[in-house]
């Protein structure tokens, strides 16, 4: 059974750090790429960045570049996503997904080619 389970999330003031885990269970962890997308209340989901575990690439969202660093630990099947310098539009549900490396695509807003996808976490920051 596939798994993508999301935790680190929670409330922090403006200017405040977090980070993300997700944990993946149930198929090649190398063989895939896994992204990190959020939604703000009332609007759509976007793609903010995204590691291709087979050759380490990374991609990240122009409004998150700079302050958000994504991380995998192959050996616990883990990716993290380190938020720093949260600011209150960063406000959302953040959900992991992860799809084959070989079919993802990546675009400015969005990847796509995700087969799975975790339950979402809630990242409140207030001003």
């Known amino acids: 059974e596939v798994q993508l389970v999301e935790s680190g999330g929670g409330s922090v003031q403006t200017g405040g750090s977090l980070r993300l885990s997700c944990v993946v269970s149930?198929?090649?962890?190398?063989?895939?790429?896994i992204g990190w997308f959020r939604q703000p209340p009332g609007t759509e989901r976007d793609g903010i960045s995204l590691?291709?575990?087979?050759?380490?690439?990374?991609h990240y969202a122009e409004f998150v570049k700079g302050r958000f660093t994504i991380s995998s630990d192959n050996a616990k099947n883990t990716v993290y996503l380190q938020m720093n310098s949260l600011k209150p539009e960063d406000t959302a549900v953040y959900y992991c997904?992860?799809?084959?490396?070989?079919?993802?695509?990546?675009?400015?807003?969005?990847?796509?080619?995700?087969?799975?996808w975790g339950k979402g976490i809630l990242v409140t920051v207030s001003s």
């Open positions: 590691i291709n575990n087979s050759d380490g690439s990374t």
């Open positions: 997904a992860a799809g084959p490396a070989s079919a993802v695509v990546v675009t400015a807003t969005f990847y796509y080619g995700m087969d799975y």
């Open positions: 149930g198929f090649t962890f190398d063989d895939y790429a």
